[in-house]
């Protein structure tokens, strides 16, 4: 019989990002992104995967039913005082389950290495901000500790979208209404909170993930009715951000939905998580602040990563902040090693890379 709080226990002690439970391995932890196994638990049986089913949903008829009929489901867990995002799908018909432990205490907006000008640009009245990164880079925190931020400085009212509710918020100086997402949440999708969210009169409309382009129809009405939507795409940078936001509609459209990015789009920030030199996690930001430069690029015929990600580099004096100044900066720093700064970018950069971090050492030493 597997003791599966012991092992919650296990992974909340070594502080643990993550739980796998996969038939046939040892139940494993991700730490500081490396994959650890339980040494003392046993490879899991598909009666031990049975047993951690039961345990998850609880008898919940819903979610087993969602579960039965998608063969897939997004659900939460509440144990010891910690929250767990679930995601329970299946392999060989038995099923699997990834476990995200939520810290119950979020770091502070500064501690997290996110450059300013996001925080500055909640202070905007309107418009479109989008925070974006592969998955595991981070984002759900940036986009709590952002709220936080805007709950404790600003008097707004503020309502979060998600797939499952993760942070839970308090209202302090803003109003915070929070809605789950999905079968038996609050709102059935993305979309049709994003939607009903005009009739609420919120300030801040929070979107846990544009994925499709109902949601993202939606995200762009909300912001040209007068709200300010703050939303997450799984892009890599802030050129690619541009691209997929424009990919989601037919081509027919695409010319009309980039003159509405373009007078929308607030700032995108891009990031990703390194393993630092002192074997903590370690922020890599990418930031474009669309202004007038880069909102003429938007709204040419053909897009061009490569104008954009120039556009980005000539702007830093409006908080722009290219990838390779940001790898450069950490890599000086001494919270990277060169091998890992050179990893991140593509072979024709490493000279402009070089270049920089000779730039930032003599400004440094100055």
Known sequence: MIQIERILDQAIEKDASDIHFIC????????????????????????DMNEIYDYLVRGNIEKDTVYKETRKLDTSLEYADKRFRVNISSSEDVPLFTLRIIKSELPKFEDLGVPDIVRRMTFQPQGLMLVTGKTNSGKTTTLSALINEINE??????????????????????????????IGGDSLCYSDGVKNSLREDCDIVVVGEIRDKETMDAAIETAEAGHLVIGTLHTKSCAETIDRMINFYDISDQQTIKYLIASLLKL???????????????????????DNIVAGLIRKEKISVSEIEDAIQSNLEKGSIGLIN????????????????????????????????????IKKNK
């Open 153 to 182: 400085t600003q008097n707004k009212k503020i309502l979060t979208l998600e797939s499952p509710v993760e942070y839970k918020h308090h209202s302090k100086k803003s109003i915070i209404v929070q809605k789950e997402v999905g």
């Open 24 to 47: 046939g391995n040892k139940p494993m932890l991700r730490i500081i992104r490396e994959l650890r196994p339980v040494e003392e638990c046993e490879e899991l049986t598909p009666e």
């Open 268 to 290: 995108v920030i891009s990031q990703r998580l390194l393993k630092g030199t002192d074997g903590k996690l370690v922020l890599v930001p990418e930031v474009m602040v669309v």
């Open 326 to 361: 940001s790898i450069a900066e950490l890599f000086v720093d001494d919270k990277i090693t060169l091998e890992q700064a050179k990893a991140q970018i593509e072979e024709k950069n490493i000279e402009t890379l070089n270049r920089t971090i000779m730039q930032l050492r």
